[in-house]
């Protein structure tokens, strides 16, 4: 079963506070709820008690479908990094979700918007061999405890373009899962209709955002940040962008589970309750075209 979510970014930025400072939790909820959206990811303005999360997203009619977690595997082993995720793991099981989104974030530049997206970290052989193994085991605990690991490949981190998501894919076990993110896989230079082919019996979560390649490529010319790219508009939602949604759907034909809206954009410039309608709408219908039933 297809259920349809949302990430509270495409109200307020989690990376700059100040983008959408403005816009409470309430009207985001209220506005995600009218649209017919079923559940919603976490942001910065949610309550952090599992109890309190759960209660407040039932006030609206959804459910929680999980949150981002950062990682740090190249500095420390899965073990330790599992003690550091114990308040996450608690929350995140208390609020009602087996999904577990994880980013490695050593080194990342995403979240800096003075440094541009050339200067991310790209991982040497000697990283290489200690991070596939740490995101393995990391994984195992996780699913230990119930969970599965939904890996976030980002513009930005260690883990970017398609070399890099085949590599870790390769290099991991079967406990290790991923979230496909199509704006992300796109903008990184990947197709995401392949990814989700040749990755399907291990994709356990799909986030939809579309690419403006127009301010994708000024973005490579002029070599800005990942944050001013989004503040260009680099990000909009499904079919407002150049991403083949149903040859993705299509791709994933037992998919079960949630596919979430999550179209970073300025809300000054692009209304978030217009544009996450406008990308509900045409999520269904791609769905439906695709033959994937809700």
């Not at 109200?11 to 995600?32: K, T, V």
């Not at 559940?39 to 006030?59: I, T, V």
């Not at 800096?112 to 970290?121: T, V």
């Not at 991403?243 to 791709?251: E, I, P």
């Amino acid at each position: 079963m297809i259920r349809i979510g949302a990430n509270p970014i495409c109200w307020s930025n989690d990376d700059r506070q100040d983008i959408g400072g403005h816009i409470s939790l309430e009207q985001c909820l209220s506005e995600a709820s009218a649209i017919g959206i079923e559940g919603m990811e976490l942001g910065h303005k949610f309550p952090r008690e599992p109890g309190a999360l759960k209660a407040k997203l039932g006030e609206y009619g959804m459910d929680f479908v999980g949150g981002w977690y950062s990682t740090f595997l190249l500095d420390r082993d899965a073990e330790a990094e599992f003690e550091a995720a114990r308040d996450h793991i608690a929350l995140v099981k208390g609020a009602g979700t087996d999904i577990f989104i994880v980013c490695e974030c050593t080194r990342t530049v995403h979240g800096d918007e003075a440094s541009p997206l050339h200067a991310r970290p790209v991982l040497t052989e000697e990283e290489w061999e200690r991070f596939l193994p740490r995101l393995t085991r990391f994984a195992e605990l996780l699913k230990a405890e119930g969970l599965r690991i939904a890996y976030h490949h980002h513009m930005g981190t260690v883990i970017q373009t398609g070399a890099e998501i085949d590599r870790m894919m390769a290099g991991t076990g079967p406990a290790f899962t991923l979230l496909l993110d199509t704006g992300h896989a796109t903008w990184g230079g990947a197709d995401p209709a392949d990814l989700a082919r040749r990755y399907r019996d291990r994709i356990v979560h799909v986030h939809v955002k579309d690419v403006r390649t127009d301010v994708a490529r000024q973005a490579a010319q002029e070599d800005w940040s990942f944050l001013t790219s989004v503040l260009a508009g680099v990000y909009t939602v499904p079919g407002d962008g150049s991403v083949d949604y149903v040859s993705v759907f299509k791709a994933l034909p037992d998919y079960s589970g949630w596919v979430v809206i999550e179209a970073e954009q300025d809300p000054d410039k692009a209304h978030p309750a217009t544009y996450v309608k406008l990308g509900y709408d045409n999520l269904t219908r791609f769905l439906a075209e695709a033959g994937l039933k809700r």
